[in-house]
């Protein structure tokens, strides 16, 4: 109830039905966090111990909320991973499971200060948008004017898709993976902004940044957010 207290202007924001609901530690919920898609929510536990109280947050988060459905996603495995979309490594499993009323569709489109982004809510720990980095979206948006930003480590690209709609003179999304850099452009084509006029490369960021160099590029704005 306390969290839900401070959220209440992002509930009742009309241009804002993405964002983070539960923020594990700081709410005192060690290992358990949840965020609202539209009308579903995830509930995510990171270990064994969460998740014995992941069905419980789910149905508190329900009774108050109303969303149509809620997913629980139960993080765990050993050590170490595999690589995945970013470039980083997820460790362990995830396991989802619909926890009360009905499934999300394969695809959903949410929308954050009023821009449309693409998220898949099944199926991998990671639904193509980082809740928790709103305010620094927000924050890369009132300087990004005029300048010309490179992105890192971008994954779905919304660092990307916020510069290029505060007016980024150029934006350079970089990323390991193929798939999420076709992903990042189809969050471009969402906000009517067409891919082509920016610049997207499959590289480690670590080698994107050692061309630079040696091609002398320069940036008003970076964003660095690794795995």
Avoid: C, Q
């Avoid at 990671?126 to 809740?131: K, R």
């Avoid at 999304?173 to 999420?180: G, N, R, W």
């Amino acid at each position: 109830d306390e969290a839900l207290a401070r959220r209440r202007p992002l509930l009742r924001d009309p241009g804002t039905d993405a964002f983070r609901l539960l923020h594990g530690d700081g709410e005192g919920l060690a290992g358990i966090s949840a965020d609202a898609w539209g009308p579903f929510i995830t509930v995510e536990a990171a270990g064994a111990g969460p998740a014995r109280w992941a069905g419980e947050v789910a149905r508190a988060l329900a009774e108050r909320l109303r969303p149509r459905g809620v997913v629980v996603k139960h993080a765990f495995g050993e050590p170490g991973g595999t690589p995945v979309e970013g470039g980083g490594l997820e460790r362990g499993k995830v396991e989802d499971r619909i926890a009360l009323g009905e499934g999300p569709p394969e695809e959903l489109i949410v929308r954050e200060a009023g821009v449309p982004f693409l998220v898949r809510l099944l199926g991998g720990r990671h639904a193509g948008l980082f809740t928790d980095m709103r305010d620094e979206r927000r924050r890369l948006a009132a300087s990004a004017a005029g300048r010309r930003v490179l992105n890192l480590f971008a994954f779905t690209g919304s660092f990307s898709v916020v510069a290029a709609r505060a007016g980024a003179a150029e934006v350079v999304t970089v990323d390991i993976v193929a798939k999420v850099l076709e992903w990042a452009k189809e969050n471009f084509r969402l906000s009517g902004i067409d891919p082509g006029r920016h610049r997207f490369a499959r590289m480690d960021a670590l080698e994107y940044l050692a061309l630079a160099r040696r091609k002398g590029w320069t940036f008003g704005a970076i964003v660095l957010d690794p795995p």
